[in-house]
């Protein structure tokens, strides 16, 4: 709210300032007058005085002539008498005349005008005198005749008209000076006067001033005072003016005041007005002074219906049972009397059309002087609230009535161990009563296994503990000890943080398990046993081994047999599963290879397979998994044969194995019938077949997928099924993988290019190296390879079946030329051959490349194992490659060194079944192969082909024998013989001397 | 080669015998209990011992340890039979010092092979 706004740029003329002004002023005005009137009176006296003072000159000097005459007189007289009376006034008039002129002198000095004449005067006067002395003397001296001579001379008759002349002249100028000062005198009179009555007007006029401020101050608290008077009534005030004194001051302040009341009135009203409580206020009689909205509301009435009416007999004089209640017992009332204040829970009050309003109430008496002149009562309906409160008396009485009946042991302990709660099934379990428990720490509870320190064991415990269910053992109050299974929790409350679990006696559970247990070894012997007999007793008779038996009985008998193999299988499967289930079945867990896993698997299925004309498709894998190797056949057999069951005729079963992040999946897919979508998951359950009629037609025992279920999640990992009705099914399971990048890093940046007419060897082919980490670029035909080799730096390039009907020559010629890449012969990776890779492999290594590549190509293969029948040394690698293909495209699988060294290390590393070895190697290396290799009494019996550039002497053939031995001399050799000598030393174990 | 057969079960004997003998051509000698496999073994001196484990009374481990104990018999080796295919019984058996394990149910056409087949890898 604004302020008028005060001046700022003036002196704040405050009330007493102004007062100050109206006294100071006139006073200050009558003081100048005083003073102004002062002057001019001085001024007014001065001028008389000048003008008397130049009367009393006039008159001086007319003395002074008088005297002077006095003195002519006195002197004729005497002179002319002789008479001494002339002689006093002379006397007298000579002695009187110098004080005369004196002051005449000094009259006329004290004038400030000039006043020559009076000088001259004066001097006149003098000389008149001092002619009369000498007169005067002359007569004395009895001069009479000069005395009278002197006289009659007249000098000082001229004198004195001299004298007389100058007094004329001088009283002329006196007079008029006298005139002229009695004029200033009058004007000075007149000026006075008038200076008076205009003094005396502003005087009058000065005294109004104070009258006009006075009534300006008058004039605005009259004002104030009617703005006061304006707002009791509630009218808007007037503008009071600007101001800056103090008048203004309070006429500001009033307005603020009344603004603040206004808003604090306003913002009661409001309170007033959305308070949800209900509020009223009653007087000293106990009758509705005021009400507020939500009292009308919750009341039923409206403000202006009950105003004035006494609230007791209206809401509060009936109790919620119809019996009255009158005004005495009432403590409503009493706030009022007694002038106390009055609360109250739970109260009835009676609405406008009579229902009851259940209510909690606070009232207050107003006080004035001590004494109370009314009251104020606010009251909310507290209906939701009782609703609330018994809802929670409900709930609570219904959770602990859940605590108290629970079977299960329920204990809540805060956080350092102290009991806080127990249930009765607690009680039960552990053999205290309640009071034994409740503040009790839990080390009470804990085994003696748990000493010397009970609580870092709880502590511990707690730690394993929380969040899960697991098995510990506690003790009972009669000392026992058994087992109990603990879920534990923490919850918070506003009380703070506590723990609780939820036990339960376990000791009869572990007694069945015990007894289960017992009970599946004993029923495995139980069952085993007799099957034992029964399998043998048939498989004897069926053997034909206790004598013949006719073609019926036969088949009768191997009815039997094949149904107590399948009884057989069906205990076995039980008994796995039951042991895979209760997680007793103990994987042997290690590191194998995928692909022993699934060779061994293939191979074990494959009778059955070639008997239902279905071929199985195992793929080239470098993975390797960790887990059970025999139960993950276990599990590949089962998918494997299932696969083959339900496929057709003549189809195949194809495997393959791929890595996903830390899994290794094995997928089994077949062309079969396929799996309703409503039976994936059901499938794995036990003896769940897709159809009812499979146990009967397809055999098994409908347990095998749910062990395989169980073995794979034994492993920690998964088992599914991808299929659609009639269009076949992948099985699918997945089993941590183990790292397939050895430690040593084969050069990423080499791409290697794949040139493959077959899609299913070129992805085989691609998987391989890339497990590796070599980016693979692979084109099916020629054409595709060329842009491939000039778009990458490649060194390396693998050619398996040559494309489009080139033969592998031209292929080779055709690649050399375009990228001056040269051939070199790789043996077959040993575990690797098989369908999915092409009968050969032509190896193209560009010259320029490093020889890393090669070696790290060659080490992979001896990762992988050594196998390879034919194991060829030679340093010319291009001949190397000559040989190799001419022996792979025999089928027989070779390995490559390059040098002594290596076919050594080779050699021992597994030996092959034939070496062939080129004695031209460098620095002699050829002979110390031999020579190394004769030590091992494994590798002195191998067959050896000795390749050489020169004839050798029979000594030197002599030295160089391991087991059957050959010699071939390089330019003389045809490639025929080479294969014959090849042959010859792989098929015989006899050494049989032969110059070539 | 002569086998002795130790099983309480008569009808295993049996079957094992024939398959023994008729399949494999080894001579048999079969006892019923632990104690009757001892003497038998001291006095037929086999070739190698087929000793069931799950046996009332001695056992087949009781058994082979008094096999063991007697200078007589400590070298004959010992194939337990057990009807438990555990990995760790199979390891348990061993590590107590059998030449070889063999699960029932056995096949009796193949028996004498296994036997063989454990002796040589002796």
Not at chain 1, 13 to 20: G, V
Request: aromatic share 4%.
């Amino acid at each position: 709210m604004a302020e008028p706004a005060a001046p700022r740029s003036r002196i704040p003329l405050t009330l007493s300032r102004k007062a100050l002004l109206i006294v100071a002023l006139p006073l200050l005005f009558q003081i100048l007058l005083v003073v102004a009137f002062h002057a001019m009176k001085q001024r007014y006296d001065e001028d008389n005085r000048w003008h008397l003072h130049s009367h009393e000159v006039m008159a001086q000097a007319d003395g002074v002539l008088r005297l002077l005459t006095e003195v002519e007189a006195a002197l004729r007289g005497y002179v002319l008498t002789g008479d001494p009376d002339f002689a006093k006034p002379y006397d007298r008039a000579m002695r009187e005349m110098p004080a005369a002129l004196a002051s005449l002198q000094v009259r006329v000095q004290e004038d400030p005008r000039p006043h020559e004449s009076a000088g001259r005067l004066a001097e006149l006067a003098r000389q008149r005198l001092d002619a009369a002395e000498e007169v005067f003397i002359l007569k004395d001296t009895a001069a009479t005749e000069k005395a009278a001579a002197a006289i009659r001379t007249g000098q000082g008759a001229e004198l004195m008209d001299e004298f007389r002349a100058e007094m004329d002249r001088f009283n002329t100028e006196e007079q008029q000076l006298a005139a002229d000062r009695r004029a200033a005198v009058d004007a000075s009179r007149v000026r006075l006067n008038r200076f008076v009555l205009v003094a005396s007007g502003l005087t009058l006029l000065a005294a109004l001033t104070p009258l006009l401020l006075v009534s300006g101050v008058a004039r605005r608290v009259e004002a104030l005072a009617q703005n006061v008077r304006r707002f009791g009534a509630g009218e808007p005030m007037r503008p009071l003016g600007r101001g800056t004194d103090e008048i203004a001051e309070l006429d500001r302040a009033l307005r603020r005041l009344t603004e603040d009341l206004a808003s604090a009135s306003r913002r009661l009203t409001t309170v007033l007005d959305s308070m949800g409580e209900g509020l009223y206020q009653i007087d000293r009689q106990g009758r509705l002074v005021y009400m507020n909205p939500a009292a009308e509301r919750l009341l039923g009435y409206r403000l202006d219906e009950i105003r004035g009416q006494p609230m007791h007999e209206l809401i509060h004089n009936r109790a919620p049972d119809g019996t009255e209640r009158p005004a005495a017992t009432c403590p409503l009332v009493g706030v009022v009397r007694d002038g106390v204040v009055q609360r109250s829970t739970e109260d009835h009050f009676v609405r406008k059309d009579g229902s009851l309003l259940t209510v909690q109430y606070t009232s207050a008496p107003i006080l004035s002087d001590g004494r109370a002149t009314g009251a104020v009562l606010t009251f909310q309906d507290s209906t939701e609230r009782q609703r609330a409160e018994t809802a929670l008396r409900e709930s609570e009485a219904t959770q602990r009535a859940i605590v108290e009946n629970m079977l299960g042991g329920l204990i809540v302990t805060e956080p350092s161990g102290f009991v806080e709660l127990v249930n009765p099934a607690a009680e039960t379990i552990f053999g205290y009563p309640r009071e034994e428990l409740v503040g009790q720490h839990l080390s009470l509870l804990v085994p003696p296994q748990a000493a010397p320190d009970p609580r870092v064991y709880l502590k511990t415990a707690a730690g394993k503990a929380l969040g899960r269910i697991t098995e510990w053992e506690g003790r009972r109050k009669n000392g026992e000890v058994f087992p109990f299974e603990l879920s534990m929790f923490e919850f918070h409350t506003n009380t703070g943080r506590h723990f609780a679990g939820s036990v339960r006696d376990i000791s009869e559970r572990r007694e069945v398990e015990r007894l289960k247990k017992e009970f599946l070894s004993t029923v495995s012997h139980e069952l085993r046993t007799p099957l034992t007999s029964l399998r043998g007793s048939l498989g004897l008779i069926s053997g034909g081994v206790l004598g013949d038996i006719s073609d019926e009985a036969r088949e009768v008998v191997e009815i039997a047999e094949r149904n107590c193999v399948r009884l057989i299988g069906l205990v076995n499967d039980i008994l796995d599963l039951e042991r895979l289930e209760s997680g007793r079945m103990e994987l042997r867990l290690e590191e194998v290879t995928l692909s022993s896993i699934l060779q061994r698997s293939a191979e074990s299925v494959m009778g059955m397979a070639s008997a239902h004309g279905v071929s199985i498709k195992v793929p080239a894998t470098l993975a390797r998994v960790r887990g059970d190797a025999d139960r993950l056949v276990q599990v590949v057999i089962n998918l494997l044969s299932n696969a083959v069951k339900f496929s057709p005729r003549d189809g195949a079963v194809t495997v393959s194995a791929l890595t996903a992040g830390p899994w290794v999946e094995v997928r089994v897919a077949d062309r079969g019938r396929g799996v309703p979508a409503a039976l994936r998951d059901a499938i794995f359950e036990r003896f769940k077949q897709v159809e009812a009629s499979d146990a009967r037609q397809k055999g098994g025992t409908g347990l095998g997928l749910a062990i395989c279920k169980a073995i794979v999640e034994q492993h920690g990992g998964r088992i599914g099924v991808e299929s659609e009705e009639g269009r076949g099914s992948t099985f699918w399971f997945r089993v941590p993988a183990v790292g397939v990048l050895t430690e040593r890093q084969p050069p990423q940046d080499v791409p290697v290019v794949i040139l493959e007419q077959r899609p299913e060897c070129r992805a085989a082919l691609t998987m391989l190296l890339s497990e590796r980490g070599h980016p693979v670029v692979a084109a099916a035909t020629l054409a595709e390879t060329v842009p491939a080799l000039g778009a990458h730096a490649v060194s390396l390039l693998l050619l398996g079946t040559p494309p489009g009907g080139l033969s592998a020559r031209e292929c080779r010629e055709g690649l050399r030329g375009v990228a001056g890449l040269e051939p070199l012969p790789i043996s077959a990776l040993g575990e690797l051959s098989h369908p999915d890779l092409p009968e050969t492999l032509m190896v193209f290594l560009a010259r320029r490349s490093e020889d890393s590549l090669l070696k790290a190509l060659q080490a992979d293969a001896e990762d992988e194992g050594e196998t390879g029948d034919v194991l060829l040394v030679d340093d010319d690698q291009a001949l190397l490659g000559v040989l190799a293909r001419q022996l792979l495209q025999r089928g027989i699988s070779v390995r490559v060194a390059t040098t002594g060294r290596e076919a050594v290390r080779r050699g021992l590393l597994k030996p092959p079944r034939l070496l062939v070895l080129d004695l031209g190697l460098p620095d002699g290396e050829g002979s110390d192969v031999v020579k190394q290799l004769q030590q091992d009494p494994r590798l002195a019996t191998l067959p050896l082909l000795v390749y050489t550039g020169r004839d050798l002497s029979r000594e030197q053939e002599e030295a160089l024998r391991l087991g059957p031995t050959r010699f071939l001399t390089k330019s003389r050799a045809t490639d025929d013989q080479f294969l014959a000598l090849v042959s010859d030393l792989m098929g015989s174990p006899s050494p049989t001397e032969e110059r070539a | 080669m002569k086998i002795l057969i130790i099983d309480d079960e008569n009808d295993i004997r049996r079957i094992a015998r024939l398959g023994l003998e008729r399949v494999g051509k080894m001579e048999v000698v079969d006892a019923g209990s632990g104690p009757e496999g001892v003497e038998k073994a001291r006095a037929e001196k086999p070739d190698a011992v087929l000793l069931d484990v799950m046996m009332p009374g001695q056992d087949g481990p009781a058994t082979l340890q008094s096999l063991r104990s007697d200078p007589l018999t400590a070298s004959i080796p010992v194939i337990f039979l057990t009807a438990k295919a555990l990995t760790s019984e199979v390891e348990r058996l061993r590590s107590l010092g059998a030449a070889g394990v063999l699960t029932k149910p056995f096949d009796a056409m193949t028996l004498a092979a296994q036997v063989r087949a454990v002796l040589e890898a002796k």
